[in-house]
C-alpha cells in the first residue's frame, strides 16, 4: 500500500507454456485496469502487474508475468456456480436484488 503496510493480495501468472496465454494476459491486463477506472465499484481492485525475471524468482513467485489485486475475500465466482441458489446467494452478498445479478 501507499503507506508501506502490507496487505493482501491475489495473485495470478500468466503460464507461459499454454499457446496464446501471453497474448490472453496481456489482453487481461488492459481489461482489468480498464474495467478498475470504468467500473471500479463493480469489481475487484486491480493494483496492476509485475514481471518476475529468473533472477527474482523464488519457491512462491516462479517468473514471468503476475498480475495482482486487492484480496477481498474467499468468494469467488466458482463459489456462487457451484450453489444451488447462485443468484440469489450473489444477490444477497452484493446487496442488490435478484434481478441485478442476471
Request: contains cysteine; glycine residues 6%.
Given at each position: 500500500?501507499?503507506?508501506?503496510e502490507?496487505?493482501?493480495?491475489?495473485?495470478?501468472?500468466?503460464k507461459?507454456?499454454?499457446?496464446?496465454?501471453?497474448?490472453?494476459?496481456?489482453?487481461?491486463l488492459?481489461?482489468?485496469?480498464?474495467?478498475?477506472?470504468?467500473?471500479?465499484?463493480?469489481?475487484?481492485?486491480?493494483?496492476?502487474?509485475?514481471?518476475?525475471?529468473?533472477?527474482?524468482?523464488?519457491s512462491?513467485?516462479?517468473?514471468?508475468?503476475?498480475?495482482?489485486?486487492?484480496?477481498?475475500?474467499?468468494?469467488?465466482?466458482?463459489?456462487?456456480?457451484?450453489?444451488?441458489?447462485?443468484?440469489?446467494?450473489?444477490?444477497?452478498?452484493?446487496?442488490?436484488?435478484?434481478?441485478?445479478?442476471?
Amino acid at each position: 500500500s501507499s503507506t508501506g503496510e502490507e496487505q493482501p493480495v491475489v495473485l495470478k501468472r500468466v503460464k507461459v507454456m499454454v499457446e496464446g496465454a501471453v497474448a490472453m494476459g496481456q489482453m487481461e491486463l488492459l481489461l482489468n485496469a480498464y474495467a478498475g477506472k470504468v467500473a471500479r465499484q463493480h469489481c475487484a481492485d486491480f493494483l496492476g502487474s509485475c514481471e518476475v525475471s529468473p533472477f527474482e524468482a523464488n519457491s512462491r513467485l516462479t517468473p514471468g508475468l503476475w498480475l495482482v489485486w486487492k484480496y477481498e475475500g474467499s468468494r469467488t465466482l466458482a463459489y456462487y456456480l457451484r450453489r444451488r441458489d447462485t443468484l440469489k446467494a450473489l444477490a444477497a452478498d452484493l446487496d442488490v436484488h435478484e434481478s441485478a445479478v442476471v
